[in-house]
């Protein structure tokens, strides 16, 4: 008989050889060019065996886009990432991608730096490792470890050892030099064998590695080690792609320039080349060449194009496999891995630089490389599709390299694709607009100023002072919204400059309904009610327009990139977008609160019109009000208008906001006061009602139209309808 604990022992191991109890299954995506297959096997072997010898139950699988087992090119792989990524997808936990896509992809990978443990992170927080690891968290004023290089790749300068020796020359630090001693040394030579195979410099402008070794080259120009890529259209890049195509022509050749990678790789292997731009290959060509960064525009400045694959954790797998993939991710990314199979094994460059010291590792890799490399990795912004924007590039730079473009009209042309314009005060249209809107600010100053003049007591009277100080700040936020419009976009600008327009037109807004109230003509509790409350009647308006401006600043209002396949007669900019539909339904009120604060004004206006008091100062506010709703409608539509040029946008409008705030300035400074003179010079031939009436109950009776019509003839009936509103009518008026 068996014994229990015998029969149990038994069961589970039929349990666990049938499947019933599995192992977490981490499955992990990765692409591959040319020599690469093979070290990806071995590391889902390596961490398998290792898994099973610490009873980890996880199993590692992985799924292999590579060009033996696929019609395989780059963007392929990318194209399936993108797929997978956008459906929020689960099929892989842990993916490996070219560092060129590192920006593009760290946003869908989980965060490293609260579950990697410190002593690991401290791995890879130096060197080169360091520049592709971390993604700006620009909120929070961090970086953060998002991806792990599993491997590294740099760009190398061969130099031919017994070329250089037989004719001693030395390696070029500079392109002139490199030019000087290609031309000088290719023609002896030639002078030996006219038809030597020698190649003076190779280039690498092939399909693969143009687009690396241009950005490279324009990087190599810069005019000192702690400046970043100098961009498309910068002087740099001018003078690097002139030099690149007078080596061309003057060592080297059209079909050795756009040579594929196998007869670069042939040049090596023969020794027939000179200099060489490639990538490393670990110490196989250490006895023909020398190795060493690519040359700069002069002495101290080198560079050097990082390449390899990153490996990162996708953060919508479950957090069981997150947790799975982090152990593989540790174990991958070990120094016993990094060093024994990434290094020694397949003599590929690691991210951990500390390995560099190590004079085993220096055996198989020129550990000098990395130390004296002023490396970059290759940073693309405002693109949908990597791919597309590099191909892009590359045929448009042709055009210069074995074509008769100018230099300065290919980079140009180039640097559009991803450049976001903007109106600058250095510009012509930017600095005149600039001008003009400060002298807007001005006379809204001056206009401030009228309150504490005997001007303002002479001839103003439809506003108290307080409520002509907030009528004035109104307009002058519509007028300093528009400083925001100049210089480069950002969401905060944005959420500012709508803020100080809204806020603006409802300041504005605010005092001339409340007067218009005061004035009414017939008695109410609610326009009592009003007159006798006026601060807590402003305070509650503001409050409406600060709470609908917070409610669309959690939305929020945001700098989008227009961007446009055609980038030569269309530039593109930046527009303030808000994509939530919360957003803009919070917008759509602001806007129909807006309107309707117009319609009250323009209602009560009709109906206050012959009141004697202010009958003179309120045509001149109503021609305001009319132009200003015009404006506002017409900035309203053009807003949703998909314009394509963006200095038209700004023009139009700047001149709408320029258009409200001048009409706002002449109607108070010029018209009320030539209104009111003139009516003291000449008695107005109009007749006007000046009897005091009562309203009878049939007035009820009658309709609301034909009581506003009534409203609208009658003169001087409210200052009969109470002594407090008489009074603080007179208080407010001289105060």
Not at 61 to 88: A, G, K, P
Not at 160 to 171: I, S
Not at 581 to 597: E, R, S, V, Y
Request: charged share 20%; hydrophobic share 40%; aromatic share 14%.
């Amino acid at each position: 008989m068996f014994k229990m604990n015998e029969i149990i022992t038994f069961l589970i191991i039929i349990i666990f050889n049938s499947g019933i109890i599995q192992a977490i299954k981490i499955r992990f995506a990765a692409n591959s060019m040319f020599i690469y297959d093979q070290i990806y096997n071995d590391l889902v072997s390596e961490f398998n065996k290792y898994a099973k010898a610490k009873n980890l139950d996880i199993e590692l699988d992985m799924i292999l886009f590579s060009n033996q087992n696929t019609t395989f090119e780059l963007n392929n792989y990318d194209s399936t990432i993108d797929s997978l990524i956008s459906r929020r997808s689960k099929k892989y936990d842990i993916y490996c991608f070219d560092p060129l896509y590192t920006k593009k992809y760290t946003s869908f990978m989980i965060n490293l730096n609260d579950i990697l443990p410190e002593e690991h992170m401290e791995l890879y927080n130096h060197g080169d490792a360091k520049k592709t690891c971390y993604s700006n968290n620009q909120w929070a004023g961090l970086k953060m470890m998002i991806i792990i290089p599993l491997f590294q790749k740099y760009s190398i300068l061969y130099s031919n050892k017994e070329l250089l020796q037989r004719y001693n020359k030395n390696v070029p630090k500079t392109w002139k030099e490199l030019l000087d001693t290609g031309k000088y040394i290719l023609e002896e030579e030639r002078k030996v064998n006219p038809e030597t195979p020698l190649v003076a410099y190779n280039g690498l402008f092939t399909d693969l590695n143009a687009f690396t070794t241009l950005y490279e080259l324009i990087y190599s120009f810069r005019n000192t080690t702690n400046i970043e890529f100098p961009g498309f259209g910068s002087k740099e890049a001018i003078d690097a792609v002139k030099m690149i195509k007078q080596i061309k022509e003057e060592i080297s050749s059209d079909s050795m320039f756009i040579a594929n990678e196998l007869i670069n790789t042939m040049l090596l292997v023969n020794g027939n080349g000179l200099f060489v731009r490639f990538w490393d290959s670990g110490s196989m060509f250490n006895e023909k060449y020398y190795l060493t960064p690519m040359p700069g525009k002069k002495e101290g400045i080198n560079a050097v194009m990082t390449g390899g694959m990153n490996i990162g954790i996708n953060k919508y797998s479950s957090d069981e496999k997150r947790e799975a993939a982090l152990t593989v991710l540790q174990f991958l990314t070990s120094e016993r891995i990094q060093k024994e199979i990434v290094v020694k094994k397949y003599g590929l460059y690691t991210g951990m630089t500390k390995l560099y010291d190590d004079e085993e590792v220096c055996s198989f890799l020129t550990c000098s490389l990395v130390k004296e490399a002023q490396s970059i990795h290759t940073i693309i912004e405002n693109v949908d599709s990597i791919d597309v924007y590099t191909e892009k590039v590359v045929k448009i730079f042709k055009q210069f390299l074995f074509e008769d473009r100018l230099a300065e009209d290919v980079l140009k042309e180039i640097d559009d694709i991803t450049r976001i314009y903007y109106i600058s005060l250095k510009s012509s249209i930017g600095l005149t607009y600039f001008v003009i809107h400060l002298s807007i600010t001005c006379l809204m100053l001056f206009t401030f100023i009228l309150v504490f003049t005997n001007i303002f007591k002479k001839w103003f009277t439809f506003f108290s002072k307080d409520l002509f100080f907030i009528y004035c700040l109104g307009y002058m936020m519509i007028a300093s919204s528009q400083y925001l419009l100049f210089g480069e976009p950002s969401d905060i600008k944005c959420q500012y400059e709508y803020a100080m327009l809204f806020i603006g037109i409802s300041l504005s807004i605010i005092p001339i309904i409340y007067v218009l109230v005061k004035f009414f003509p017939e008695r109410n509790e609610y326009s009592t009610y009003l007159v006798n409350n006026k601060i807590l009647y402003i305070l509650i308006c503001i409050g409406i327009e600060v709470i609908l401006n917070l409610l669309i600043a959690k939305s929020p209002i945001s700098a989008e990139n227009r961007m446009f396949q055609d980038t030569v007669n269309n530039k593109n900019y930046n527009k303030c977008i808000v994509r939530s539909t919360f957003g803009n339904i919070m917008i759509l009120i602001d806007i129909i609160l807006k309107f309707l604060g117009i319609l009250v004004i323009l209602l009560l206006s009709f109906i206050d019109w012959n009141m004697k008091k202010i009958s003179k100062n309120l045509r001149a506010i109503i021609v305001s009000i009319y132009s200003f709703s015009f404006s506002f409608l017409m900035f309203i539509i053009i807003s949703y208008f998909d314009v394509k040029d963006y200095q038209i946008i700004f023009k139009v409008n700047s001149i709408i906001i320029i258009f409200i705030c001048l009409t706002n300035f002449v109607n108070i400074n010029f018209i009320v006061i030539a209104i009111l003179r003139k009516t003291n010079e000449v008695e107005s031939s109009r007749s006007v009602i000046t009897t005091e009436k009562t309203v009878d109950d049939s007035t009820y009776s009658r309709s609301i139209f034909t009581k506003i019509v009534k409203y609208h003839h009658t003169a001087n009936y409210s200052f009969e309808m109470g002594s407090t509103i008489s009074n603080y009518d007179t208080n407010s008026t001289t105060s």
